[in-house]
């Protein structure tokens, strides 16, 4: 199968297969490889080779060459030499055939009963025995793809951070049971970019849609051995391919153009584009697991390894981490990063279990890593949305507050905070009141803004936000492994009974609290993210690990009764009314002082009895009834045009006590007004002028009032 092609040496960067117009240049980073072919196949039959042939010229360890008129559509795979020795951490094996890293496409998955491990499986010396059968016919190929696409006047949008409210949603999940998206399209990027999709968006009021993995993934063995699937994706097999299985068209690269579409309509709607992206570990699992791409093509670069470099460092839990410690690897993560943002667009990153890219030496964290200082000097990415799930599951890997500017971060001790505080337990005032105005505590100290925090209730890992007030135990069972995965430790409550009830009683103190979840979190100081679906109260059965339910246990039921669109006309009045409020949307921390002229202090904290609260307050255990105060006249940040800002001020009420409570509303200058405008006990309420004296409350509810002032802009 040599080839009778003219190989020039081309050169060794762009790395990947790069199409030039008149032919492509192939790049493969390797320091262990002694050879490196290509491989072309049938388009008709990918499990076909036609020809091979060899990158001629090895360059500072990029091997390289040039092919006149190898056109895009072209299928194509590598075969490295070089070193099995897995006692050294190498596992080179010409006969795997391997995914280029830097493929821009893949066509095909994988086929686990091809043997596309690298040892025999069934030899007693596992991996360390070389398997010699052929891989190809089990293995996705690579594609050469053209990068022209007429994006017009399409450009990234720059929402600010004090705007941003986040949607996470799962590509095929949003989208698979919507009857206003054409059949064909649905779970696509067309189907996410369609106009039904993007209305319900605008409507709901987010201004970013951040979406589960959508680069290449491969469905783990186990899970097709159950009939199930990796549904979240976070599997990754390469990094600069868009997953195909969310392709309306399967030709070989249709979903690179595809994807651009959805941007380009999603950005002309004025919403960004979000990618949840895993740069720590690939689907290639621990010693014993697959030879796929990275691990065939220079082990011991990409991947962290034991001191006796057989078995690997694993931050993770999924038996492998990739180590961005090593200079060629941290280049491989941020030539993915400006390339999704050059060429495909998107506004931003989320990355999961981001401690493991901060492990340097012997894997200890640092804020100082290689890659953050690479990432936050690079003048493409540091301008782009960063946020971190800050940990792992190494030693030391809980790392919420820990990481560097301009990054900003999931904080899970905002999630657990308000989970504890709306089902009532005890000693959470202090704990609620830091998560409520912006986590200072955890933000400041390194001179970080309020909206380092991302500030949510629920994510696509954990209870929805129905299920969370409906089941106290995970119900897991679908997944086949015995309700044993998962977390126990979920801070839900039932309100009395586990599961799905007729009780109208139970019902509506389930109703409350959602709407005491989601509005807390747009009265909070930070970055509010919801979960698609939450809007109109989907559920997952109790299962809070649905990672591997590509059915309607995970999708989006559109379908709504009468409380579920109840639940979205609440979640949209409270988006929009957050969007109106400058006061929630401060660019600083509060001082709890008068600013400027201000008739408020920027922020006040009292007791339902009307009087200012004070230290021994935060202290005491049965807390569970506060208010606060924003003074939207004492903003201390100005517009853009160096104006004072200054917008209403709001009265928030909170009462997580089981008891009607009878609060005390601070009184206003002459001619002030309070409005209630939400109380969650009667979400019908709203746009009523408050009669002095107390406001009872409901128990386990919550009220905004709001004094006209300002000019409500930023």
Known sequence: MSSKREIWPGKPWPRGATFDGSGTNFAVYSQVATRVEVCLFDKADPTKELERFDLPVSTEFVWHGYVPELEPGTLYGLRVHGPYEPEKGHRCNPHKLLVDPYAKALHGEVD????????????????????????????????????????????????????????????????????????????????????????????????????????????????????????????????????????????????????????????????????????????????????????????????????????????????????????????????????????????????????????????????????????????????????????????????????????????GKYRDALRKYWKGDENQASEVGYRLTGSADLFAAARRRPQASINFVTAHDGFTLHDLVTYSSKHNEANGEHNRDGADDNQAWNCGVEGETDDKGIISLRERQKRNLLASLFMSNGVPMIVAGDEMGRTQKGNNNAYCQDNELSWVDWNLDSTKQDMLAFTRKLIHFRHGQPVLQRRRFFQGEHLWDSEHKDLAWFRPDGTEMGPEDWQ???????????????????????????????????????????????????????????????????????????????????????????????
């Open 112 to 411: 686990w009963k091809q043997p596309v491990f690298g040892y025999p499986l069934d030899h007693p010396k596992k991996d360390l025995m070389r398997d010699e059968r052929d891989s190809a016919a089990g293995m996705p190929k690579s594609v050469v793809v053209s990068d022209f696409f007429d994006w017009g006047n399409d450009r990234r949008l720059d929402i600010p951070w004090r705007k941003t409210v986040i949607y996470e949603a799962h590509v095929r999940g949003l989208t698979m049971k919507h009857p206003g998206v054409p059949e064909h399209q649905r779970g696509t990027y067309a189907g996410l970019g369609s106009p039904v999709i993007i209305e319900h968006l605008q409507k709901l009021g987010v201004t970013s849609v951040e979406l589960l993995p959508v680069f290449e993934f491969a469905d783990d063995s186990f899970l097709n051995d159950k009939g199930l699937s990796n549904y979240w994706g976070y599997s990754t097999l390469n990094y600069f391919s868009p997953e195909q299985r969310y392709a309306s068209r399967k030709t070989p690269g249709g979903a690179v153009a595809e994807f651009k579409s959805m941007v380009k309509s999603l950005h002309a709607a004025g919403i960004e584009v979000i990618l949840d992206v895993v740069y720590n570990h690939t689907c290639e699992g621990n010693h014993l697991g697959p030879t796929l791409s990275f691990k065939g093509i220079d082990n011991a670069s990409y991947y962290w390894t034991m001191p006796e470099a057989r078995h690997y460092l694993d931050f993770t839990g999924c038996g492998n981490s990739i180590n961005t410690s090593n200079p060629q690897t941290a280049r491989f993560v941020v030539d993915s990063l400006r390339y999704w943002v050059e060429e495909m667009h998107v506004d931003g990153f989320r990355f999961d279990l981001a401690t493991v890219m901060g492990r340097v030496g012997k894997g200890g964290y640092d804020p100082n890593a290689p890659i953050f200082q690479i990432i936050n000097q690079d003048p493409v990415l540091s301008r782009v949305k960063l946020i971190a799930e800050p940990w792992d599951v190494g030693m030391g890997g809980y790392q919420v507050g820990g990481f560097p500017s301009p990054w900003h971060e999931w904080n």
């Open 620 to 714: 005491k255990p049965f807390v569970r009834s506060l208010a606060y105060l924003l003074g939207g006249d004492a903003i201390p940040t100005p517009d853009e045009r160096g104006q004072r800002v200054s917008g209403d001020s709001l009265l928030v009420l909170l009462n997580a006590h089981h008891d009607t409570v009878s609060f005390k509303v601070p009184p206003l200058g002459e001619g002030g007004v309070w409005v209630l405008e939400l109380y969650t006990a009667d979400d019908k309420r709203g746009d009523e002028e408050m009669k002095p004296g107390k406001f009872d409350m409901a128990g386990r509810s919550l009220a905004v009032f709001r004094k006209s002032g300002g000019n409500n802009t930023l």
